[in-house]
């Protein structure tokens, strides 16, 4: 019901953005959250648009990571720039239509199935 895409390899201070697009419900009325998990981490939210548009972000993130959604596309995006190779994750699209807490995975019904960012130094 989630597909990322976007994902790939770029050099630290570079930039992506990622894509996901939702299937069989209409996001608009869902909170939209990018997640990441690097090896031998937990699941970490890194931003969260919820169905007002209200967006927030991780600390670690400000300033250089954008979400944003196209209702007619059904479709979030995470635009990154300034990649740091902390950055490195694999990185999920995650929805729920009311999350209790935005940035805790438990709460999120539906996710997609991942795709690998890769920044180096």
């Known amino acids: 019901q989630l597909v990322e895409s976007g994902g790939g390899s770029v050099q630290s201070g570079g930039s992506l953005r990622l894509s996901c697009a939702a299937s069989?419900?209409?996001?608009?009325?869902?909170?939209m959250a990018w997640f990441r998990q690097a090896p031998g981490k937990e699941r970490e939210g890194v931003a969260n648009?919820?169905?007002?548009?209200?967006?927030i972000y991780a600390d670690s993130v400000k300033g250089r990571f954008t979400i944003s959604q196209d209702n007619a596309k059904n479709t979030v995006y995470l635009q990154m720039n300034s990649l740091k190779p902390e950055d490195t994750a694999m990185y999920y699209c995650?929805?729920?239509?009311?999350?209790?807490?935005?940035?805790?995975?438990?709460?999120?019904?539906?996710w997609g199935q991942g795709t690998q960012v890769t920044v180096s130094s």
């Open positions: 995650a929805a729920d239509a009311l999350p209790r807490i935005p940035f805790r995975p438990i709460y999120y019904s539906f």
């Open positions: 069989k419900f209409h996001f608009s009325t869902y909170s």
């Open positions: 648009i919820n169905s007002d548009g209200i967006t």
